[in-house]
């Protein structure tokens, strides 16, 4: 294990308690960041990705979300052994997220800037014309004239509020940016910008990304690794070329199948059959089973272990020398 | 084939604090039987108001609409009803467009109920007969909308939409807010429909790599207006429109040895609010100049395809 | 947001009353008031006397064997006239309470699904109406209309009844642009099928919540009319009107006045319980 390790998510499981059932959200996840590496989370609506992004800040709605155990080490302290205290140090300086919807990730009556000179000011020591004139060079920085400083939320289109998002969450330069499906509320030519513009950025603060989403295509222009998420699993881990070249675990390759491409003739998509399990009631053996064409006995009866399949692409599945073959 | 229906400068306006908003400004197409239009744009272009004035949800400002040959631009009452059993439309937010108080079989018989003439008995097997059609299994019936996920709703959505038999569907972003696997479960469902039943489809969305799978021929709308209108694969292959090209690039494309630049537009779509008469598309395009002040007209530059572009030549032949 | 699938809205009878069964004040609520009907539907059978049977030789005496809260001075047994009152008190409370709120549902419906002009000329109406102040309106309505039960009920029931159509005309505001209104338009369903199965069903649960808790309010109305003599006449027992008749004894004979001003507090306080209740189970977003 090498030791330049920002963050370690390790064997997580995390719960939510509804009158009478328990949501298995997230189990047992094992994920790590390198600094400046843009990670991809990439599954589908109810599979544990914004669990995850909450779990690492520890914003879960409580007391329904409960993590059940496991450990996330950022920097080599496990953050969910801190102190609220020692916590809110961390959210929103180290550590920041922006949210999917920019509509209702700002304060409607306050100022934009101040919005963004109150996240410096909050973590750093500065006089408040300091503040001030940081939270004007963040705006310019993410490409909004300094001049609109004093403009109200409402004054912005959809896609200069995230950008105003945006701002606020790297005000502290943290290490680590939590990017929640940023761009999924915003058209595409904007969702283009915005996409360019984190690049940009991420390169020049140097910060590490977690980008989830279920966008392959986002994956493709931002991520240098994936991730992909299956009812609160990870079940493929892997460079982009790892997965966007070699996928091998069914769900994998099943996604890819299922999206119509811009330079096919086919007049069929082949998506994936059923519905992912219900989270309160999932299978005994591997959660993916039900759906997938290859499951033999074994993968009803057991849960897979993840293998190493060529350095640093993990995946997590029985049959992958049948699923590859054919 | 015959057109089954055809706009002519189809015009709705709405009056709002600060003017007039011309949302759909001037727009003619036809499409054929059997065939599936697809109408792409960005939020705010239009889109969907252009199915919903077709559907008479809202009513149009100006122009005129041929459903059959026949003028229905302002129907009587009686015209009206007809019409309604002809046209239908699925939504795109399969959680808002169903009824929380019904079930998925009174969701269905609903439309029969207000048709008339059909006993309790018939529409329930009816609703059946839909529920299979749409692939819902039976055990669904008396089920409440909340308690199925996004997928199955969208297929309540689609068995409404054909409980009356229509020719022709107006499709707003129908598969959207549904996930990869599901919305390809959802698409193969309305394409296989399509045949069966020669189904007529407005298709409207925001996603260019599913219209492009999913229609015959596309429409480019931007800020009310026509910007570009080819069948499917020339207007893929031979993207004119500097709206339409940067629309193209910026989709991301899921492959990581293919990523095409990304044209950058500048700005975001300006007020469609007494739009001024030139060019919409001018404040954000890289081609831009006085000529483009002037009103825009579209041309057909090669057969079928046509472009509310002045420069179109220009910007093409420089590309090349 | 993700998960949570199963946990989305459960707007089903079942589950309304799974979640009501949970709350156990609105269970106290609910137990209270379904005492009370029944009291009144059997008022003839466990009362232990006629509610106007006299009784010259035991006038106001205090709660003894035979009469267990006593009597008052015309000799008559108060918990007999107690169990009689509340036919009064529910009967008029309950049907001044329907009369408001059908006004009401076809006002706010009508204002809120047409909008516009409509809207605005029924709106302006209710303004004006609530201009004046209710109990004023309500001792002119029943002073014009005379005492009795009926005018009783007329004057509560128009005097609540803005409240309900305002209610109801912001919750439809909400739901009129639902995708499944327009769904039913395009299948050319008619505005009043549209609004009784599609508007009203899924705008009517804080309205519900609104009737409940204001049936209480309706029952102390009934008594403060009958208090001030407006409401329900003499025979005819009412707990506002025993209140009212015991009060020059109130020194002496405190009685007289305790056990009306309970039940009244009761029966109000049950309304309010359910009420509360309902609130909380009608709209599962308020679930923790």
Not at chain 1, 38 to 62: D, F, Y
Not at chain 3, 2 to 17: E, P, Q
Request: proline share 5%.
């Amino acid at each position: 294990m090498d030791n330049n390790k920002l963050l370690e998510i390790k064997n997580l499981v995390v719960q939510y308690e509804s009158d009478d059932s328990v949501v298995h959200a997230v189990n047992g996840v094992n994920l790590s960041f390198r600094s400046g590496e843009t990670v991809g989370l990439v599954g589908e609506t109810g599979a544990g990705k914004t669990t995850i992004a909450r779990s690492i800040l520890r914003i879960l709605p409580s007391p329904q979300a409960e993590v059940v155990s496991g450990e996330i080490l950022f920097e080599g302290e496990d953050l969910l052994k801190l102190s609220e205290k020692e916590m809110r140090k961390i959210r929103g300086n180290k550590i920041a997220m922006i949210f999917q919807d920019p509509m209702t990730a700002l304060n409607p009556i306050e100022r934009v800037g101040d919005q963004i000179a109150e996240a410096i000011s909050l973590h750093n020591r500065v006089t408040p014309a300091e503040a001030e004139e940081r939270a004007i060079k963040m705006l310019e920085m993410v490409g909004i004239p300094g001049s609109r400083y004093s403009e109200y939320p409402h004054q912005f289109s959809g896609g200069m509020k995230q950008r105003v998002v945006i701002a606020m969450a790297l005000a502290c330069k943290p290490e680590l940016l939590l990017a929640d499906e940023p761009t999924t509320a915003l058209d595409v030519t904007i969702q283009a910008q915005v996409l360019e513009l984190m690049k940009a950025l991420k390169k020049q603060l140097n910060s590490c990304v977690l980008m989830i989403t279920h966008d392959l295509g986002v994956v493709a222009s931002i991520c240098d690794s994936v991730a992909v998420i299956y009812a609160g699993e990870i079940v493929e881990y892997g460079s982009l070329a790892d997965i966007f070249d070699y996928a091998s675990h069914p769900y994998t390759k099943g996604l890819f199948a299922s999206l119509p491409k811009l330079n096919s003739k086919e007049r069929r998509l082949k998506p994936i059959k059923g519905l992912m399990p219900d989270p309160t009631n999932l299978p005994k053996g591997c959660s993916f089973c039900e759906r997938c064409g290859y499951a033999k006995d074994i993968c009803r009866e057991k849960k897979p272990e993840t293998i190493e399949m060529s350095p640093g692409h993990y995946v997590k599945c029985f049959l992958i020398e049948e699923v590859q073959n054919g | 084939m015959a057109d089954l229906l055809e706009v002519v400068d189809l015009k709705k306006y709405f009056k709002t604090g600060s003017g007039m908003l011309h949302a759909v400004d001037g727009v003619n197409f036809s499409i054929e039987e059997g065939k599936t239009l697809g109408v792409v744009g960005e939020s705010g272009c239009g889109k969907s108001t252009l199915g919903r004035t077709i559907l008479h949800l809202l009513d149009s400002t100006g122009g005129r609409i041929f459903f059959e040959g026949k003028d229905v631009t302002n129907p009587s009452k009686r015209e009206l009803g007809r019409l309604r059993k002809e046209m239908q439309i699925i939504f795109q937010d399969p959680f808002s467009s169903l009824n929380p108080r019904m079930s998925v079989s009174e969701a269905i018989k609903y439309p029969l109920k207000v048709a008339g003439g059909m006993s309790s008995a018939e529409m329930q097997k009816q609703a059946e007969k839909l529920m299979d059609v749409v692939g819902l299994a039976s055990r669904y019936a008396n089920a409440y909308p909340h308690e199925l996920d996004g997928g199955r709703r969208q297929r309540i959505g689609i068995a409404r939409a054909l409980a009356l038999n229509p020719k022709f569907i107006v499709c707003d972003e129908p598969v959207s807010a549904l996930d990869v696997s599901i919305q390809a479960q959802v698409l193969n469902l309305m394409l296989d429909l399509q045949e069966e039943r020669k189904l007529t489809y407005m298709f409207v969305t925001h996603d260019l790599s599913v219209v492009k799978y999913i229609s015959d021929d596309i429409l480019v709308m931007y800020l009310g207006e026509v910007v570009e209108k080819a069948p499917s694969d020339e207007l893929f292959a031979n993207t004119l429109h500097p709206y339409s090209k940067a629309l193209l690039s910026a989709i991301p494309v899921p492959d990581i040895h293919n990523i095409t630049p990304v044209i950058p537009l500048r700005g975001e779509i300006t007020s469609p609010i007494d739009p001024k008469p030139g060019c919409r598309f001018m404040a954000r395009c890289p081609y831009a100049d006085e000529a483009c002040k002037k009103k825009q007209k579209l041309r057909e530059l090669y057969p079928g395809h046509f472009v509310s572009c002045c420069k179109c030549e220009a910007i093409n032949s420089t590309a090349n | 947001m993700s998960k949570k699938r199963d946990r989305k809205s459960n707007t089903g009878i079942g589950a309304v009353w799974h979640r009501l069964k949970k709350n156990k004040l609105a269970v106290v609520g609910l137990i209270i008031v379904i005492a009370l009907l029944l009291t009144s539907v059997l008022a003839p059978w466990i009362a232990p006397y006629s509610y106007d049977e006299q009784d010259a030789s035991s006038s106001l005496v205090g709660p003894c064997k035979e009469h267990l809260l006593g009597t008052d001075k015309l000799g008559r047994d108060i918990l007999s006239r107690l169990i009689y009152g509340s036919q009064q008190s529910l009967k008029i409370g309950l049907l001044a309470v329907a009369m408001a709120a059908c006004i009401g549902i076809i006002i706010g419906s009508i204002a809120g699904f047409y909008g516009g002009i409509v809207d605005n000329i029924l709106m302006r109406i209710l303004d004006v109406y609530q201009c004046i102040p209710m109990m004023l309106m309500c001792i002119a309505l029943a002073a014009a209309l005379g005492a009795g039960v009926i005018n009783t009920i007329i004057a509560i029931g128009v005097c609540t009844a803005p409240g309900y159509a305002r209610l109801l005309r912001a919750t439809i505001l909400t739901v009129r642009d639902k995708e499944y209104v327009e769904a039913a338009r395009a299948v050319n369903a008619s505005d009043f099928s549209i609004i009784m199965t599609q508007v009203v069903p899924n705008a009517i649960s804080p309205l519900i919540v609104e009737i409940t808790m204001s049936i209480g309010g309706a029952i102390l109305f009934v008594a403060m009319l009958s208090f001030l003599g407006l409401g329900i006449q003499p025979p005819t027992p009412e707990w506002g009107a025993m209140l009212s008749e015991g009060r020059s004894y109130m020194r002496e004979h405190s009685s007289l006045v305790l056990f009306p001003g309970i039940c009244i507090m009761i029966s109000v306080l049950a309304f309010n319980l359910l009420g509360d209740g309902l609130r909380d189970a009608l709209d599962p977003r308020l679930k923790n």
